[in-house]
C-alpha cells in the first residue's frame, strides 16, 4: 500500500509540475520544477526505487540505498531552484 501511495504522490507531483511550469518564463520554469523535485521527487522516488530494489535483490538492507538517492535528488532540486533564482531575465539584457 506504501508503494501505491508513494507512486500516486510522485504521479500527482509530476502533473502539478507541468500545469505550474505551464506559461512561465523559464525562470519559473526552474523554479517550480526545483521545489517539486525537492518537495516530492525526493523523497518519494528514491523510497520506490530502493524498495522496489530491496525486492528485486531480495535484501532489506539493499533497500538502504534510499538513503544516498534522497540526498542526490534533493540536492539536484536545490541545483535547479537556484539556477531560477539566479537566472537573470530574458527583459534585462
Known sequence: MAFVIALI?????????FQLSEGRSEKGRYIVW??????????????L????????????????????????IFVIGLIILLLGIYKKN???H
Open 9 to 17: 504522490i510522485v504521479l500527482v507531483g509530476l502533473i502539478a509540475a
Open 34 to 47: 526545483g521545489i517539486i523535485t525537492m518537495l516530492a521527487f525526493a523523497p518519494f522516488l528514491s523510497f
Open 90 to 92: 530574458e527583459e534585462d
Open 49 to 72: 526505487i530502493g524498495v522496489t530494489y530491496g525486492m528485486t535483490v531480495r535484501n532489506g538492507w539493499a533497500a538502504s540505498i534510499m538513503m544516498f538517492l534522497s540526498p542526490l
